[in-house]
Each structure stands twice: as structure tokens, then as C-alpha cells.
């Protein structure tokens, strides 16, 4: 602020600034200098690593899920490969307007809107979405010629899960679906994240839910080097994915779809068992639904219709109802008799027609004087049982029956499966609230010696109790899977072939029963069903009670239809070396020898002689001779 | 004289006498690295480049040729027309992302802002010139005055960068001129205390709603991003955070010319203009980093060492105001890109992309060149 300078003094003073600006210019530098350093040497490590994670992405390699055939070979479920148009809902800001858009040359219905929402809001991330599947070609085509219109749109191609039996054999074979937050949890919950990175399906229903370890496969990755917009540049490295394991199954779904077509319209359960190795031939459980369904999101109608159906079509009757088991019950209980010593095997018991316990009067259909083991059978009378069952009390036939697995999962390897009810003291203990509810009565155990009372079985547990009374004994665990076949080495590895245990029948005894169940359909109450059979077969009928009439006669045109009684039968062949063991049920069928037992001769006659209902009788002779 | 005149030698002469060697050795090498790095960053912009930069030099070329006086005499016009554009683009101007800046005059469009970087020093040196000797504190209220109305312009554009680039060019005029220390230390004391206030109690000013007086949103934006560059990862932070990561996994030599994943896989956002320098930290690391500290130091060496020799109080104000502009330039724009000053527009000087910014810049050495052809030892 001098007001009077020399030249020369001012010229003084600028040097000095001069020298003050270049030091702090040198001071500025050096910071920078010092920051440089930091960045580049101290801290090289950390944002050298940053910079490899900003640049390399791990994409996964998404395996192709292993297939499911029958034992024939015959595909149940297996993928193809379509074109999806999807939508990457982060980069598209409005996407209905991208959506009426793209409506404009791709046929896109409000059902596909629908399931686009849904995805959409159980969607676990910000992955794509279809709007549309299986595109054709020409639409395929269209999209691509205006492609440019719509960042974040793309055409995918995907593999898709497809039954090509439709609801065949649906309750057994499963389905898959959509992953949803459910799903998502569960994954994490086994640790199996990193392996379903990618994956957008999972095993939901049947087998493709109990096998899905199986099936999925191992995911792959490729290691790739990505852009800041998230684009893979190049591929560094790539982890092949490998592909699920195919399952070759016991099943024979040509026997199966017999069988389901012999039920007509009605409703119903049937299990057919190897005895052989206790695997299941066919599982039946109609209605059916059509799995395809479920692939891409189940509508709302398509649910619901479903859903509400009268007919329960969801309900996988063959191993989650469970019914009494009636008359078919007898078989067992005259085993009972026979291993506890309480009967032998010619003993005659006298049969005045009913059975008094307690002061009430258990009836049967008729009087027939005496009949001894075999005859009670073959005829199927109720007074025999009465007393046998009175014999050995509840505790006795509780535990002989155990041993077969009634009132158990068997452990099936298919999901859903009911334990059924085994009456016993305990069960209605842990069953019933009130000490008065809790008490077990004698003369409940008398209506439990004929299968009725508190007795229910699911038709699998009915069928795997035949299969061990027809092997004398062994008891498998009834599987589906035959073979996991191993997808990298090709190698079959086989599904528990070995018996789970051996129950020690005197072979006398077993031998003794199956005779008589063979007469049944020779002489008793199966016999009409089997008129002209050219095999032996050992079966039994039965009828389970759904509504008791309280000592009233049932007259079955004077009850509602859905009150009737189910119709139950079960059958063995060929009689002296059984190849298959079956229970079937045909909800409100009536009398077992009514509905049930011809089921059964028609699932017969193509699994011992290869004849389909309506087929010439021509090819009988062939197939008899190759018997 | 008089019998060379035609010889074509003397042509040359003529032609080459304006230049300084270690100047234009300097703008040889700043604006080769420009180029290379251009190849990297943007190779489609490294032809247009080399034109912008051919352009800038010819720009240099005539002003070395005008003798500082004939410049000085152009200080006030080309002041008042500075002034005039701005209020003309206050009034009229284009707005492009936000901000008034452009003027379209019918043949182009221009920003007026970027003339007011030389007008600015020039019309505060040919003012201390005029009162050689006797600058008073009323002297420097009117420099003040002459400083502030174009920076307010500039400021309301809005163009933080540009408006800090034009007031330090006059501070740095005022500054050499003789401003008293005592004005000057508490004022830098102020701005020391205040800046570390904004550090100190950052997260309380930087929540939303709180308003920061005289500065936009976007400005505030700024600022709470470099101190926090976590705050908004994918937002504002995300250039911050993708430049150092650029510049630190460049390590001591870098990951080598065209090699640089942040640069090639576009993770470094405006990697052609003002980023550029970390694409040079992740290509060439810390050496190539320091050598360009090390080229810039040289400019401003060489550029004081001109005021110095300046023959009169306004070229040497001039010339030591130009230089301390280059520094400024250069310093706000490494301190932004490595994450310790607040992101604002400020250019790499002659180095990132941009004709207009390296045009003024070189008008800026032409300048330079011219001062020195008068420096008071010279005999030419």
C-alpha cells in the first residue's frame, strides 16, 4: 500500500511474491504429488482389486436339467429350446408403454401381461422377465428388425421344461416353476445360492421336487470382462456347467395311462408295485391335471379352476388320501391270526351270521354256519374277523400291522405323503383331547378286524402292504426312480434294491393266505371281474365306509353319491411268482367287486399279456404263450 | 536489414522469431501426451485434436507476434466486449445441460466466459499500469469492482469452474500488484477456516434441505461429494470413485499405453475432457503422473522467469498472472480427478479434449512468448 514506490523498490517487492507464488505452486504440487503416491504405491493393492471386480464379472452357465423317462424309455419330461422376448425391468423406465409398444407386431394377450406383472413382483432380483414366450420365427424376426426401438428388450433363447403326456402320471412326475422368494429362502437356507445363480426354475411338485439335487445339475461360469454398462467385452475364462442327472424310472406309463383311462370319469387311486424290489409300476391318482400349467406361472383361471373343483384334481390321492380300507383289511388279519397262533390255518370258527360284544350285535351280510380261514376269505365274511379281531385285541393287531407299514410313511420318493391312521390306544391318546375321547372301547376293535372303524390308509400303503405279503415278507421302500443316471459318466446308479428288512412269516402261513385271496377270484368275491383271466391272480375286495348309517340298511340309490362308499380291491399276479402288487380305490365306487376289481383285471391284462382294453382278443394267445 | 529483406531466409526468421524455444519445447510435449492419451481415452477424437491443437498454435503463433503494447491497448475493449457477451447471454444465451453459457452469434455459437480469461488480467494489468507507481487501496477497490461484475455474470450462469478460473486470474493480477499482506493473510485465513469447517461439520451441511447460501444445489452436490464419495456410489460419487480407482490401480509404472481397463471399459466418465489425467495415471502410474507435474513446473518456471524480466509493470503483472492461471488450471483439475479437490469444470491445461479451452491457453503462452521477446535485457 505504498503510496510512493521507486521502480525499483516495487520490482523488489513482485520478486518476492514471485518467489512466494513458486513455493506455494511447489507446495500445491508436492501435495498432489504426496496424493499420487497414496493413491498409486500405499494404496495399490485395494484399488488395483477394485479395478479387476469393476472389469470381470462371473456370469452364470445355467445347466440343461436332466430328463425323466419311464422304464420303457418314454419321455416325461424333457426340454427344448424356445425364444423368449424379455424385459430387463432396470433399464426400461415405462414399461407399459414398452409393452403396448412391442403389442404393436408381437402378439401379446393380457394373460401373458398378467404373468409378466407376477414374475415381476416375485422376481428375487432385477434379472429380465418375459413377456412372451415361444416366439416364432417370424415373430423372432419382426423384433429383431426393430430392435433398436427398445433398449433393455432382447430375445432370449431358452430352454423350456415340457410333459409331453400332459397330466399323465402329473401327480407323480411333478412339475417345475417360477423361483420364488419362498423358493429363494430355502436355497439359501442348504447353501445352494452360488448353484442356482442364474437358474429361474425349480423342482416345485412330484418328483421333479424330490429329485431336484438330481435334476438341476451344476452351474458353470463364464468369467468375462464387462464395460461400465454392464456389456461382456470378451470371455476370459469359462466353467462349463454340467447338466443335470437323468432319472429312468420303475414306472411304465403306458400301464399307468391303462389304468388311468379304466377309471373313466370317476375319481380314485391306484398303486401298483413291483414286490420283486418294491418298485411302483404305476401311480395313479385321478383327475389329472395338465402339469404345463405350472411351467410359466399358473393363470389366475387356470388355478382356480383347479382349485375349486369338486373333483380335487391337485390332491394326489394314491399316497395322501387315506380311506378305510375295508374288506381288504382281512388278508392281513387272518395272518395275524394264523402267526399269533390264535388260528390255524384249518381251524373252523362258527358263523352264526353276527358277532355280540358288549351287548351290541355285530351283523353280517349272512349266516353261513362254520367257516374256516381260507372260506372267510374267499367269501369275506365279517363274523370270522369280529372274533379274531376280539382274539387278539387291538394291541395285537396294532402291532402285527406296524410291521407292514400301515399307519407309516413309507417313505416314498415322491413329496406329500400321508401316515394314515393305525388304530391303537396310544394313537387315539395322542389323537383326542378328553380323557372320554381318549378311551379305547372293545367294540372299536371289533369294527377295526373288518378295515372299517378308525382305520385309514393311503392306496400306496394298501399296495406296499400287498407287495410284502406277496414277496412272504420283504419289505423295499416303494421308490419311482429306478436309475439316477449320471450325466458326465453315463453311469446308472440304481435306487435302493436291497430290502429294507425281512419279517419273519412261517412261509405255511403266507402261503395259506394268498391261496384264498387266488380263490377269491376264482370262486368268491372277485370272480367276475376275473371271468376268463388266463392267469392266476390273488386279490380281495373291499368297501370302505364314508358315512355310517347307524345300524340303518345301506341301500346305495337312497345315498348321495358323494356319501357312498368307496370301492376297494387289491390283486397280486401271477399267483405263484407275483410280479406286481395293487390297491385300488374308486371313491364312492360302491361295493369293491363293483368299480375297483375290473380296474385292476384291465391293469392286469396289459401288464401280464400286453392287451389294451378294446385290442382283439387275437394277440391274447401270443401273449399267453410267452407266460 | 534492409538487403536480407527478401532473402528467404529471412522469411523463416521472421516467421520463427517470435516463437521461445523452451516455451514451444513445452507446448512439443504437452501436446504430444495430449494426442497419445486421446488415442486412449477417445481415438476418435485424436485426429480432431491434433487440428484443435494445430489451430492453438497458429492462435500462439500471432499473439507472440504482437507486441505487448499493442495487446495492453486492446485490455479495455476487449473487457467491455467480455462484458457485454455476458449480460448478452444472461439475456439471450443457449442453454445446454443446465447452464447459460453459449452465445449464438449467427455464424457460431460462443462462451463469452472463456474471452474473459485473457480479457480479465489484461484489463487489471493496463489498469495498475495506468497508475503506475502510486496504486492505492481506492486502486484496488476498483479492481475489486473490475473483478467482481464479470464473475457475478459468470457465477449466475451457472459456471463454477469458469467464473473460479476468471476471478483467480484477476486475484492473481491484484496479488502481484502489491495487495497488502495484511489484507491478504486473513482473508486466506478465512477461506482456510471456512473450507475446514466444510470438512469438519460436512455431514451436517450436507443434508438435504439445508441451504447453502450463493451456491446451487448441484454445486452443493459437488462439494458433499468429495467429501463423502460413498454418499451416492452410482450417483455423483461414481466419477470420483471410478477415477481413483483408475489412478491407483495404474501403481508405479502403470498398466502400459492402451492397457487401462478403467479407461477401455469406459468406467472413467468423461475420460476425453476432464478425466483424462487419471487415464494418464492408469496408463503410465505414478512416473508418467510425476513427469507431467514435473513438464507443468517447468511452464510455470518458465513463465515467472519471463514476468520477471518483463519490460513493464502491466506485462509483468500479465505474464506472472498467465502463469499462475496455468497453475491454477492444472491444479484444480489433478486435485479433482484424485479425489482431493470438489469435481468442477476445469480442463487438464493443453491436454484434455476441447478446441476452445487450448486456443485461450495458447493465446495465453503467446503472450507469454511476446513478453519475453521485449524482455528489458534484450538487444532484438
Known amino acids: 500500500m505504498t503510496e510512493f514506490r521507486s521502480p525499483d523498490q516495487e520490482f523488489q517487492g513482485f520478486r518476492r511474491r514471485v518467489v512466494v507464488a513458486m513455493l506455494f505452486i511447489l507446495a500445491c504440487f508436492a501435495l498432489l504429488g504426496g496424493r499420487f503416491y497414496y493413491l498409486q504405491v500405499e494404496r495399490h493393492e485395494y484399488f488395483h482389486t477394485r479395478a479387476e471386480d469393476n472389469r470381470i464379472a462371473l456370469l452364470p452357465v445355467v445347466p440343461n436339467r436332466g430328463t425323466i423317462v419311464d422304464r420303457n424309455g418314454v419321455l416325461l419330461a424333457r426340454n427344448y429350446a424356445a425364444y423368449t422376448l424379455e424385459i430387463n425391468p432396470s433399464r426400461v423406465r415405462k414399461l407399459d408403454e414398452t409393452i403396448d409398444a412391442l403389442a404393436e407386431f408381437i402378439d401379446i394377450q393380457p394373460r401373458d401381461r398378467r404373468r409378466f406383472r407376477k414374475i415381476l413382483e416375485e422376481s428375487r432380483n432385477f434379472e429380465s422377465v418375459p413377456i412372451r414366450t415361444r416366439l416364432s420365427d417370424e415373430e423372432v424376426a419382426r423384433f429383431v428388425a426393430q430392435r433398436f426401438r427398445f433398449p433393455g428388450v432382447e430375445v432370449q433363447a431358452r430352454l423350456f421344461r415340457d410333459y409331453p403326456l400332459g397330466g399323465t402320471g402329473s401327480h407323480m412326475i411333478g412339475y417345475i416353476g417360477r423361483i420364488n422368494q419362498r423358493d429363494q429362502q430355502r436355497i439359501e437356507e442348504r447353501g445352494e445360492s452360488a448353484n442356482y445363480r442364474g437358474s429361474d426354475y425349480i423342482g416345485k411338485a412330484g418328483l421333479e421336487l424330490s429329485y431336484e439335487r438330481e435334476l438341476h445339475g451344476t452351474t458353470g461360469f463364464e468369467q468375462v470382462e464387462v464395460n461400465a454398462g454392464g456389456r461382456a467385452v470378451r470371455l476370459l475364462a469359462r466353467e462349463p456347467a454340467t447338466p443335470g442327472n437323468d432319472l429312468e424310472l420303475t414306472l411304465d406309463i403306458e400301464l399307468q395311462k391303462v389304468a388311468e383311462a379304466a377309471f373313466g370319469e370317476r375319481r380314485g387311486a391306484l398303486v401298483a408295485i413291483d414286490p420283486n424290489d418294491g418298485g411302483v409300476l404305476a401311480l395313479v391318482s385321478v383327475p389329472t391335471f395338465d402339469p404345463n400349467l405350472f411351467v410359466d406361472g399358473i393363470s389366475t383361471q387356470d388355478w382356480q379352476a383347479l382349485n375349486d373343483s369338486p373333483d380335487h384334481p391337485l390332491l394326489n390321492r394314491a399316497i395322501y388320501s387315506a380311506y378305510p380300507p375295508g374288506s381288504t383289511f382281512k388278508p392281513f388279519m387272518a395272518l395275524a391270526g394264523l402267526e399269533s397262533g390264535k388260528r390255524s390255518i384249518e381251524q373252523r370258527m362258527p358263523d352264526p351270521g353276527f358277532f355280540i360284544y358288549g351287548g351290541h350285535r355285530f351283523m353280517d351280510h349272512r349266516a353261513r354256519g362254520t367257516v374256516n380261514m381260507h372260506e372267510s376269505i374267499v367269501v369275506s365274511s365279517n363274523t370270522y374277523y369280529y372274533q379274531l379281531a376280539n382274539d387278539l385285541g387291538i394291541d395285537g393287531i396294532a402291532g402285527f400291522m406296524r410291521q407292514f407299514g400301515f399307519g407309516s410313511r413309507t417313505g416314498i420318493d415322491v413329496p406329500g405323503e400321508a401316515e394314515g391312521v393305525l388304530p391303537s390306544p396310544e394313537w387315539k391318546r395322542s389323537r383326542f383331547r378328553t380323557p372320554e375321547q381318549q378311551r379305547w372301547y372293545g367294540g372299536e376293535t371289533i369294527s377295526v378286524g373288518i378295515g372299517q372303524g378308525y382305520n385309514a390308509y393311503t392306496p400306496l400303503q394298501l399296495a406296499h402292504a400287498l407287495a410284502t405279503l406277496a414277496n412272504g415278507g420283504k419289505v423295499f421302500r416303494p421308490h419311482l426312480v429306478r436309475h439316477v443316471v449320471d450325466s458326465r459318466s453315463g453311469e446308472r446308479r440304481l435306487i435302493e434294491p436291497e430290502p429294507l428288512r425281512q419279517i419273519p412269516f412261517k412261509a405255511r402261513h403266507v402261503e395259506a393266505v394268498r391261496k384264498a385271496m387266488v380263490d377269491v377270484n376264482k370262486s368268491g368275491t372277485g370272480a367276475r371281474a376275473f371271468a376268463g383271466a388266463p392267469y392266476e391272480v390273488g386279490g380281495k375286495t373291499g368297501t370302505a365306509q364314508v358315512f355310517s348309517l347307524r345300524g340303518q340298511r345301506y341301500v346305495e340309490g337312497k345315498v348321495a353319491e358323494r356319501l357312498r362308499d368307496h370301492s376297494v380291491y387289491i390283486a397280486f399276479a401271477p399267483a405263484h411268482n407275483p410280479s406286481i402288487a395293487m390297491a385300488v380305490l374308486v371313491e364312492n365306487g360302491g361295493f369293491g367287486s363293483q368299480s375297483a376289481a375290473p380296474i385292476a383285471r384291465q391293469v392286469l391284462d396289459y401288464h401280464l399279456l400286453g392287451r389294451k382294453p378294446g385290442q382283439p382278443a387275437g394277440e391274447d394267445e401270443e401273449a399267453e404263450e410267452s407266460q | ?380
Open chain 2, 1 to 380: 536489414m534492409t538487403e536480407q529483406r527478401f532473402h528467404p531466409f529471412n522469411l523463416v526468421r521472421a516467421f520463427v522469431r517470435p516463437i521461445d524455444p523452451v516455451l514451444l519445447a513445452i507446448m512439443a510435449v504437452l501436446l504430444g501426451a495430449s494426442y497419445l492419451l486421446m488415442l486412449s481415452a477417445s481415438p476418435e477424437r485424436a485426429q480432431t485434436q491434433l487440428v484443435n491443437s494445430g489451430v492453438a498454435l497458429c492462435a500462439m503463433w500471432a499473439a507472440a507476434r504482437l507486441p505487448p503494447q499493442r495487446l495492453l491497448s486492446l485490455a479495455v475493449p476487449l473487457y467491455l466486449l467480455g462484458v457485454v457477451l455476458l449480460i448478452g447471454v444472461a439475456l439471450f444465451g443457449e442453454t445446454s445441460k443446465g447452464a447459460q453459457r453459449w452465445l449464438d452469434i449467427g455464424v457460431t455459437r460462443i462462451q463469452p466466459s472463456e474471452l474473459m480469461k485473457i480479457a480479465m488480467p489484461l484489463m487489471l494489468a493496463w489498469y495498475f499500469q495506468q497508475r503506475e507507481g502510486m496504486a492505492g487501496l481506492r486502486d484496488f477497490i476498483v479492481a475489486g469492482v473490475l473483478l467482481a461484475v464479470p464473475v457475478a455474470l459468470i457465477v449466475t450462469q451457472p459456471d463454477l469452474g469458469t467464473s473460479l478460473l476468471v476471478a483467480a486470474a484477476g486475484l492473481y493480477v491484484i496479488f502481484f500488484a502489491g495487495l497488502s499482506w495484511k489484507l491478504i493473510i486473513p482473508v486466506v485465513l478465512v477461506g482456510v477456516l471456512g473450507l475446514g469447517s466444510i470438512v469438519v461439520f460436512g455431514d451436517q451441511l450436507c443434508q438435504p434441505g439445508v441451504d447453502w447460501y450463493g451456491l446451487r444445489e448441484y454445486q452443493k452436490q459437488r462439494v458433499c461429494t468429495l467429501l463423502d464419495p460413498t454418499r451416492d456410489p452410482l450417483g455423483k460419487g461414481f466419477h470420483i470413485i471410478q477415477s481413483t480407482i483408475a489412478i491407483g490401480s495404474g501403481g508405479l509404472l502403470g498398466k502400459g499405453w492402451l492397457e487401462g481397463t478403467q479407461t477401455h471399459l469406459a468406467f472413467i466418465p468423461e475420460r476425453h475432457t476432464d478425466f483424462i489425467f487419471s487415464v494418464l495415471a492408469e496408463e503410465f502410474g505414478l512416473l508418467g503422473a510425476l513427469v507431467l507435474l514435473g513438464v507443468y513446473i517447468l511452464l510455470l518456471a518458465r513463465g515467472f522467469q519471463i514476468a520477471l524480466y518483463a519490460p513493464s509493470l502491466a506485462t509483468r503483472l500479465l505474464a506472472s498472472a498467465i502463469t499462475a492461471i496455468f497453475f491454477t488450471y492444472a491444479f484444480v483439475n489433478m486435485g479433482m480427478v484424485s479425489g482431493i479437490l470438489p469435481v468442477v469444470g476445469v480442463p487438464l491445461p493443453f491436454i484434455s479434449y476441447g478446441g476452445t479451452a487450448l486456443v485461450t491457453l495458447c493465446l495465453g503462452v503467446g503472450i507469454l512468448m511476446s513478453i519475453h521477446r521485449h524482455r528489458v535485457s534484450s538487444t532484438d
